[in-house]
């Protein structure tokens, strides 16, 4: 069954066409990754699909509910991280998951929550004073108390450092072994190849390609290899976008192991 459809699918901001005519669809129990460049209109999709925008035209169905019209129910069974996530400072993620499960009504335990997203050791620590990789685990530990069948992750990763990154890698793709379906924006190519089943490539409000990230190598990719190395999902996006990606103007590239 699908998770999350979308048919043709647009916004625009005056005369700028931010979501330009896209369709996708994203299965129950899979990674789903939407993958572009700084305005190609990913976060204004989820935006959408989390019920938080209203879109111009299109069909739109999340766990079969129209985000927009009926977006008190969807929210009760979703899960988001926000980009840029922060929390208040002088409380602790034990503190925060407490309140949140207040507002939604519900009885969690807050150290396995924070087990499962490997933050136990510092659950008593106040928000300010946690690590940038921690504060995105507080985000998706929270995105957790309500126990959602569908996860938003907007960018979750950016700006960490890469031991942080892998560690957040780890924690989703153990959610995913649960079951859960995930929606990830990223700015990394590393991180869609890894993690993502699928992958649909943005740019300028258009999805220019859609497909797993072996099948999307397959197709667009040079087909060379040498020595052990062979394309990469990098290699695809500079071919179809026409340049490599970028992160607050620095080239992002696949780290090497």
Same mark, same amino acid.
């Given at each position: 069954?699908?998770?999350?459809?979308?048919?043709?699918?647009?916004?625009?901001?005056?005369?700028?066409?931010?979501?330009?005519?896209?369709?996708?669809?994203?299965?129950?129990?899979?990674?789903?990754?939407?993958?572009?460049?700084?305005?190609?209109?990913?976060?204004?999709?989820?935006?959408?699909?989390?019920?938080?925008?209203?879109?111009? *035209?299109?069909?739109?169905?999340?766990?079969?509910?129209?985000?927009?019209?009926?977006?008190?129910?969807?929210?009760?069974?979703?899960?988001?991280?926000?980009?840029?996530?922060?929390?208040?400072?002088?409380?602790?993620?034990?503190?925060?998951?407490?309140?949140?499960?207040?507002?939604?009504?519900?009885?969690?335990?807050?150290?396995? &929550?924070?087990?499962?997203?490997?933050?136990?050791? *510092?659950?008593?620590?106040?928000?300010?004073?946690? *690590?940038?990789?921690?504060?995105?685990?507080?985000?998706?530990?929270?995105?957790?108390?309500?126990?959602?069948?569908?996860?938003?992750?907007?960018?979750?990763?950016?700006?960490?450092?890469?031991?942080?990154?892998?560690?957040?890698?780890?924690? &989703?793709?153990?959610?995913?072994?649960?079951?859960?379906? &995930?929606?990830?924006?990223?700015?990394?190519?590393?991180?869609?190849?890894?993690?993502?089943?699928?992958?649909? &490539?943005?740019?300028?409000?258009?999805?220019?390609?859609?497909?797993?990230?072996?099948?999307?190598?397959?197709?667009?990719?040079?087909?060379?290899?040498?020595?052990?190395?062979?394309?990469?999902?990098?290699?695809?996006?500079?071919?179809?976008?026409?340049?490599?990606?970028?992160?607050?103007?620095?080239?992002?590239?696949?780290?090497?192991?």
């Amino acid at each position: 069954m699908s998770a999350i459809e979308v048919q043709s699918l647009k916004k625009h901001y005056g005369h700028l066409m931010a979501v330009d005519d896209i369709s996708f669809s994203v299965m129950s129990g899979e990674i789903f990754s939407l993958l572009g460049p700084n305005g190609a209109g990913k976060t204004t999709t989820v935006e959408i699909l989390e019920g938080l925008r209203q879109r111009d *035209s299109g069909e739109v169905q999340v766990l079969g509910m129209d985000p927009w019209k009926q977006g008190y129910n969807l929210h009760l069974k979703i899960g988001v991280i926000p980009q840029g996530f922060r929390f208040f400072d002088k409380s602790t993620p034990r503190e925060a998951l407490k309140y949140y499960a207040d507002l939604f009504n519900v009885k969690v335990d807050p150290d396995q &929550i924070l087990r499962e997203v490997i933050l136990e050791d *510092s659950k008593d620590v106040i928000f300010e004073n946690l *690590s940038g990789g921690q504060k995105q685990k507080v985000g998706l530990a929270l995105a957790l108390v309500n126990t959602p069948e569908l996860l938003f992750l907007d960018e979750p990763t950016t700006g960490l450092d890469p031991q942080a990154r892998r560690t957040m890698w780890h924690v &989703i793709q153990e959610l995913k072994k649960q079951g859960r379906t &995930i929606l990830l924006t990223t700015h990394y190519l590393e991180e869609a190849q890894l993690l993502a089943d699928k992958v649909a &490539i943005m740019n300028k409000g258009k999805i220019i390609a859609a497909g797993s990230p072996s099948e999307l190598i397959e197709k667009y990719g040079s087909g060379k290899r040498q020595v052990m190395v062979s394309d990469t999902l990098e290699d695809v996006f500079v071919k179809l976008v026409g340049a490599p990606i970028e992160d607050e103007g620095n080239v992002v590239k696949p780290a090497v192991s």
